[in-house]
Each structure stands twice: as C-alpha cells, then as structure tokens.
C-alpha cells in the first residue's frame, strides 16, 4: 500500500487543527490563498495517493484505500483533526473518514457524494464503449470517451478515478451528526446545485451557502470562507 509523504503542517499553536482535502487533479497547493489567512487553528495540508509529490500510484486503488491511507498517516504523525474542509473528490472522502475522526464541522466544497442526472445520449455513449471496448480496431476510438479529467488520466490513474466515482458514501452521510456547511458555485455544472439540495436533505445537519461561480468556486471567495470557519472554530 503506497503512504501519504507529501504534506504541509502549520502549526498556529492553537487547540484545533484543520485537515484539508484536494479535489481530483489538485493538489495542497490549491489551499494556500485560504490557510494564509487562517491563524485561529493548526493546518494540516496534504496531498492524495497518486497526486501532487506523492509517488505514481503502481496499482489502482478504491476510496476505501484514501480512507486507510490517511488514517494511517494521522496515526504515525501523531495528528489530531477536529475539522475537515475539503473540494469535490477530497469531499466524498471527507464523508467517508466520518466513523473515524471525531471531527466537530465538515466544510465541503461540492463535494461529489451524488452522481448528476444522464441523459439518453450518456447512456446510449456508455453501451457502445462497453461494445467497442472488446474489439481491438476501435482502440483509439475509444479515447474519444470520457471526461477531460479521465482521458488526461494513465492506466492506473483511470481505473482508480472509476473505482472512487463508483463508490457509494450515502449511507455514511446520513449517520453524521456533526455540522456540515456546504459551499456551492450557482454555476457549478460538474456538481450541479440541485446535488447541494439533496445532499442537505439526507445529512442530519447540513446548511447550504451559496458562491458566485463554478465547481471551483471556493477560489474565489477568501475571505467569506475564512470567516465562515473562523465562526464555527471560535464557537465550538
């Protein structure tokens, strides 16, 4: 099993500490311009197997294995989280960390919990990849399907970015008891917002804030995050 060895800890010498999770194809980095202006809790930054300086991943692997992977390097490092603010991908694996870590607020920026509607023609695309997929003439065809973000993907990489999507975390959500404040970009068509909604009506305590801007929208809004964080941590 591959381990975590690319991380950043801030230590703010304060009582809390804040895990921080990527979306796919991110890295830390992508937290700087928040973490910058958070001096009320420790931050902890890290970068997901198979990302950033992390070693290339020589094998795929499932949420499941994120989920163990960052256990286990909290457990060595000997860190304690009480919050997690994570994006898309980092989100769900938020989500799925839950039973673990005592963690007293969830900030979740369009997590990916819940797949988006289809319409016919994703489907009808569907079927003719799984036709196409087993006659050795269509290969590069083949290439045509899929998003930006999995055909830019190795081998590995594709069969791991299939097993995290497949991967279902509902059950988990429904039993959290902690505070989850949700950031949602109005035009987010990655994560549409009617997924916002009905992530707010499975959790048991979910509050839905919305952001001008896309599935990356938490960049751009700094200081209202900051202060969103800030009043739960000073509260808690």
């Known amino acids: ?62 949420l499941l294995d994120y989920k163990k992977s960052i256990l286990v390097f909290l457990k060595e490092n000997k860190f304690i989280v009480s919050y997690i603010f994570a994006h898309s991908f980092g989100g769900k694996l938020a989500i799925l ?78 039993e959290i008891k902690s505070p989850i404040i949700l950031f949602w970009g109005e035009n987010d068509d990655i994560t549409p917002m009617y997924l916002a909604k009905k992530i707010k009506r499975k959790a048991q305590d979910c509050v839905i804030l919305k952001l001008k801007g896309d599935h990356f929208a938490y960049l751009y809004h700094n200081d209202f995050i900051v202060s969103v964080i800030k009043s739960l941590v000073k509260t808690s």
């Open 97 to 174: 960390l839950c039973d673990k870590l005592n963690v007293k607020a969830l900030f979740l920026c369009a997590p990916s919990i819940y797949h988006k509607k289809r319409g016919i023609r994703y489907y009808l695309k569907v079927y003719i990849y799984k036709i196409m997929k087993h006659i050795k003439c269509f290969k590069k065809i083949l290439n045509k399907f899929g998003s930006d973000d999995y055909k830019a993907l190795d081998g590995v990489m594709k069969k791991t970015m299939s097993n995290v999507i497949n991967q279902r975390v509902e059950k988990q959500l429904i």
């Open 1 to 62: 099993m591959c381990q975590i060895t690319s991380y950043k800890y801030i230590n703010n010498n304060a009582s809390e500490t804040i895990l921080f999770l990527h979306g796919w194809g991110c890295n830390y980095t992508y937290f700087y311009p928040l973490v910058n202006d958070i001096t009320y809790a420790n931050i902890l930054l890290i970068d997901l197997l198979g990302f950033g300086k992390n070693e290339k991943l020589n094998h795929s692997i499932t």
